[in-house]
Nanobody, 125 residues
Framework: VQLVVSGGGMVQPGGSLRLSCAAS????????MSWVRQAPGKGPACVSG????????YYADSVKGRFTISRDNAKNTLYLQMNSLKPEDTALYYC???????????????????WGQGTQVTVSS
């Protein structure tokens, strides 16, 4: 699967952005998916995941209550709605296939593949 990410940008603290990840091919609906970010000088970290039918989601503690992951399998698209953004959310954001949703549980830090190209999110006043 090929993944194309869009929707990043610069926003002030407290602002919102919505990221989109468009997938090619007809197998998107069979993949668990996640959003992974990498801040400057840090390793990648998964912020949110969603299973194939959207019935199970994962959020890192740092984004709970502020970010919402969703997917539209008819449109082969994954979304991340980010509200109440903070400077510490500044990072390069990727979507990726998640291989870590096993037996109805999310294993973290997780194993990911088929990475999209990433989009920069900068939160600054």
């Amino acid at each position: 699967v090929q993944l194309v990410v869009s929707g990043g940008g610069m926003v002030q603290p407290g602002g919102s952005l919505r990221l989109s990840c468009a997938a090619s091919g007809s197998t998107f609906s069979s993949y668990d998916m996640s959003w992974v970010r990498q801040a400057p000088g840090k390793g990648p970290a998964c912020v949110s995941g969603i299973n194939t039918d959207g019935g199970s989601t994962y959020y890192a503690d740092s984004v709970k209550g502020r970010f919402t992951i969703s997917r539209d399998n008819a449109k082969n698209t994954l979304y991340l709605q980010m509200n109440s953004l903070k400077p510490e959310d500044t990072a390069l954001y990727y979507c990726a296939r998640d291989y870590s949703y096993i037996d109805y549980a999310w294993s973290r830090p997780g194993v990911f593949g088929s990475w999209g190209q990433g989009t920069q999110v900068t939160v600054s006043s």
